[in-house]
């Protein structure tokens, strides 16, 4: 089976269900047939045996890493890095994939995403220069933890084939990997990573902000929430928030309209 034009894999994470509605419908919205959106829910992938990393969640919801000791923020924090392991499985052929977090809002095809692509390159990613206060906190209250290469792992182009991924990015080693490793992508050498235009990782309130993007010329075409969105009540007014609102309301008449039919077959 061949790869799909668009193969893309969205992380999951059950607390933000609205917020992965909205990204899969704007990735179909823009790319219709020649997008295929995968669910990243180690619920699934742990049935499968191919993923097994253990966590605690404390009394204030935060979510603690047993095979490191640390906190994380989402539920496919480490999952994540399944992606590329999981394309081999479906396809059974190399190529390039998209990795996202659930909270984005796409703007416009993937075509120009893809154009950048380059095979000399084990990934590719928007190269943020950022480095969260220590304990600093976002969303609904959960850790932010500092790392090399923070933000990089949000939002990736994967290259599947390539062999500087192949002795990490499979079950195993991502299950026994630190999350710090994972996410600083420690096996890659810095000039395995390419460089891919700031407009598809658009994070309100670390990117630039929405008038210097217009007058930078940074033509948005991915908004990041990932700061937090507007799904939570404290986050209604940030950027974007208007047109976010709009796509779920379309994304939930869609999904609606969708199990009524199934019910009057």
Not at 84 to 113: T, V
Request: charged share 30%.
């Amino acid at each position: 089976m061949s790869l799909p034009k668009y193969n893309v894999y969205v992380g999951y994470d059950s607390r933000e269900q609205e917020a992965y509605d909205v990204c899969e419908f704007t990735l179909k919205k823009y790319n219709g047939v020649n997008v295929e959106v995968h669910k990243l829910d180690h619920r699934v992938l742990r049935r499968y045996n191919w993923f097994s990393r253990r966590w605690l969640i404390d009394e204030d919801g935060q979510y603690w890493d047993e095979e490191d000791g640390k906190p994380f923020s989402t539920e496919f924090s480490h999952s994540r890095f399944l992606a590329p392991y999981m394309a081999k499985r479906h396809y059974a052929e190399d190529g390039w994939i998209l990795f996202c977090d659930c909270d984005f809002m796409f703007r416009a095809p993937l075509d120009s995403l893809f154009e950048q692509v380059d095979d000399k390159y084990a990934a590719m990613c928007v190269k943020f220069d950022f480095t969260p206060k220590e304990n600093k906190k976002k969303m609904d209250g959960v850790i932010q933890s500092a790392y090399p290469r923070k933000l990089w792992s949000s939002f990736v182009l994967w290259n599947v084939g390539h062999p500087s991924n192949k002795p990490i990015l499979d079950p195993i080693k991502t299950n026994k990997a630190t999350g710090a490793n994972l996410h600083s992508f420690s096996w890659l050498k810095d000039e395995e990573i390419g460089e891919i235009n700031e407009g598809w990782n658009f994070i309100p309130g670390i990117s630039v902000n929405t008038e210097k993007a217009k007058q930078e010329g940074i033509n948005v075409k991915a908004v990041h929430f990932s700061e937090g969105g507007p799904w939570f009540p404290e986050y209604r007014e940030v950027p974007y928030a208007d047109e976010w609102f709009k796509n779920y309301k379309d994304a939930l008449y869609l999904k609606t309209s969708i199990i009524s039919s199934k019910g009057r077959l």
